[in-house]
């Protein structure tokens, strides 16, 4: 699967992506978010594009 890219000046840890896809997003306790999995695996790739689609500051993207 493509590469999960996140834009750091975006993101304000929100979370609404570790809610779409825990495995592979987390925000952590100061509101970083942390990419457990950028290369996440095919059985994750609906979780992760819906995570892209609902950030609520278009802060990632997937790269290929
Ligand atoms: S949904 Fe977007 S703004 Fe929220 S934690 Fe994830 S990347 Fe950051």
Known sequence: MSRVEVDRER?????????LAPDVFEVDDDGVLVV???EPGEDERNDVEDAVQACPTRALSLAE
Do not use: D
Not at 11 to 19: D, I, L, N, W, Y
């Open 36 to 38: 457990h999995r950028p």
């Open 11 to 19: 993101c304000v840890g929100s979370g609404t992506c570790e809610a």
